[in-house]
């Protein structure tokens, strides 16, 4: 079983809204949380932001607050990233990926990822 599967990216107008899932229930254990990260092309991932399994407290980087919005249904082992007013600059492979310690921003406190989601959004 895959331990983690996005879904949900497309493409949308700028200003339009998409809710990307990860469904989690392929890990092993659940660890602390989940983080979303994107990339595009030529340049490095980087985190979006994170949500704890336990408490739901969320983390964002400062160019999706406000606009970003994570939540999780541990009942189905599935968080959302629903993603509202999007820009251009947003179009990436959008990846989750389980947190062992916490959601922070730093790569290695990942273990599992998923394979990724496209987002494309036009201007």
């Known amino acids: 079983q895959v331990p983690l599967v996005e879904s949900g990216g497309g493409l949308v107008q700028a200003g339009g809204s998409l809710r990307l899932s990860c469904a989690a229930s392929?890990?092993?254990?659940?660890?602390?949380?989940i983080g979303w990260f994107r990339q595009t092309p030529g340049r490095e991932r980087e985190f979006v932001g994170g949500?704890?399994?336990?408490?739901?407290?969320?983390y964002y980087v400062d160019s999706v607050k406000g606009r970003f919005t994570i939540s999780r249904d541990n009942a189905k082992k599935t968080v959302y990233l629903q993603m509202n007013s999007l820009k251009p600059e947003d179009t990436a492979v959008y990846y989750c990926a389980r947190a062992f310690i916490a959601t922070t921003a730093r790569e290695k406190d990942y273990d599992y990822w998923g394979q990724g989601t496209q987002v494309t959004v036009s201007s």
């Open positions: 392929g890990l092993p254990s659940s660890g602390y949380g």
């Open positions: 949500i704890s399994w336990s408490t739901g407290s969320t």
